[in-house]
């Protein structure tokens, strides 16, 4: 083999060494990437989501086509250039005809509009600022949508995990009664009212795993991840409760709401831009004024005799009379702004009683969860006296069972509360934009 093939083997096997090692190098990014989150927590779930969820990614899109049509409207003050060719034969007098040829360039600058340009550039800019609080607004809605579901796996672990005490306390018994049903001490009564209460347990507990499993994989679907969550959020987190303790009462809620919510901001944004665009209708009876220079070969009479003519000046547009159009366009101009208008307001009364609603909502319930928790610590109380007096003979197995569900339905009724308060915190933070996705 030649210097020159073993070259380029040498060469080859060196591209290939690289662009192998460029591959491993993403996929082992890729991967340490996914073990740096081992299980998602709720701040998690709320930043995936907000970044993942397609309405997001159609939100960006038309938050770009937007972005486009400022460059459109900066477009009317710049320079203009383009070719043209003609040619035609018509009369030049009466008797005669002669046949006319061009071909050459065009070039024009607006100098002077009376504003129509700078309120053209106005109302995309508008309309773009607008666009971009509707992507907020997005990251904001799917962060909740997703958040929530999570909750909903957060409650269905609990629950899971207080109704398997049941199960677990039902089938000890069911054990123990067997051993007295041997000897006598029990009835096939109490045994059978034993195990229904057992078999009722393992079927609440596999509804709420595929409660569990359900939630579970679509938070896994919004935040596009394939790991589970943190045991450690269970019942522990505050990351809610720690952003809702800045909005001190329920006014400075309503006014952050209204200050910050991107809904609100983006109706805003679309009102103004539909004012600039009436202002631009109202002066589109002025004129517009361009400087306008033209090149190029002309020829009277044939293709072979060209000749360069040149010619720059002044061009002034000034409409005349449109059939009542212009004045139209401008009246339906002013009504689309006012609709705008109206929005807006109604938009902020909406919101105003959502926040009020949701705060007082949150206030009742962390009194409620106080209450529900000392009714599930005095049925506790209550369970575990039932029990000494059932061993003691003064109470009934009967009478046990149904002191033990009714502690089973305060803590089922604790969680309720709990993560209805947590679900109305999320809203809450959601509408006064407060809710951590950055």
């Keep these: 083999m030649s210097l020159t093939s073993n070259l380029k083997c040498t060469a080859m096997s060196a591209v290939t060494l690289l662009a192998l090692g460029a591959y491993n190098s993403v996929q082992a990014q890729s991967l340490a990437a996914e073990s740096t989150t081992n299980c998602l927590r709720l701040a998690d779930v709320l930043k995936l989501s907000a970044e993942r969820a397609p309405s997001v990614l159609i939100a960006r899109g038309f938050e770009t086509e937007a972005d486009s049509q400022i460059k459109e409207a900066k477009s009317l003050f710049r320079p203009r250039v383009s070719a043209f060719g003609r040619s035609g034969a018509g009369d030049t007098g009466i008797v005669d005809s002669g046949v006319s040829n061009q071909a050459g360039l065009r070039a024009s600058q607006r100098v002077f509009d009376f504003g129509d340009a700078k309120y053209a550039r106005r109302t995309a800019q508008s309309n773009f600022e607008a666009s971009i609080e509707d992507t907020r607004q997005a990251r904001l809605t799917a962060a909740r949508e997703t958040g929530a579901t999570f909750l909903t796996l957060l409650e269905a672990e609990e629950q899971i995990a207080l109704t398997s005490r049941r199960r677990d306390y039902f089938a000890q018994q069911l054990a123990a009664t067997d051993k007295l049903l041997q000897v006598g001490a029990a009835t096939r009564t109490e045994r059978a009212a034993v195990a229904s209460q057992l078999a009722d347990a393992e079927s609440f507990v596999l509804e709420l795993e595929f409660r569990r499993e359900s939630a579970l994989a679509q938070v896994q679907i919004d935040t596009e991840s394939r790991v589970n969550h943190c045991a450690s ?151 575990e006296a039932a029990e000494l007096e059932q061993a003691a003979g003064t109470k009934t197995l009967r009478d046990l069972i149904e002191i033990r569900l009714e502690y089973e339905r305060a803590g089922l009724q604790t969680l309720n509360v709990k993560y209805n308060l947590e679900r109305e915190r999320l809203i809450l933070l959601s509408l006064t934009a407060a809710l951590p996705i950055d």
């Design 233 to 383: 959020e269970i019942g522990t987190n505050n990351l809610l409760k720690n952003n809702f303790v800045r909005l001190q009462n329920e006014e400075v809620a309503a006014q952050a709401a209204v200050a910050n919510n991107p809904n609100i901001k983006a109706l805003d944004k679309r009102a103004d831009g539909l004012e600039a665009a009436k202002e631009r209708e109202r002066r589109s009876r002025l004129p517009i004024l361009e400087v306008v220079a033209t090149g190029a070969y002309s020829s009277l009479g044939g293709f072979d005799s060209f000749e360069f003519q040149e010619r720059i000046g002044v061009n002034v547009t000034v409409p005349l009379y449109a059939g009542n159009s212009i004045a139209a366009r401008r009246q339906g101009a002013g009504a689309r702004e006012a609709v705008a208008r109206g929005r807006v307001l109604d938009a902020r009364r909406q919101l105003r009683k959502d926040v009020s609603i949701g705060y007082r909502r949150i206030a009742s319930l962390e009194k409620q969860l106080i209450s529900r928790k000392d009714v599930e610590a005095q049925t506790l109380l209550q369970f």
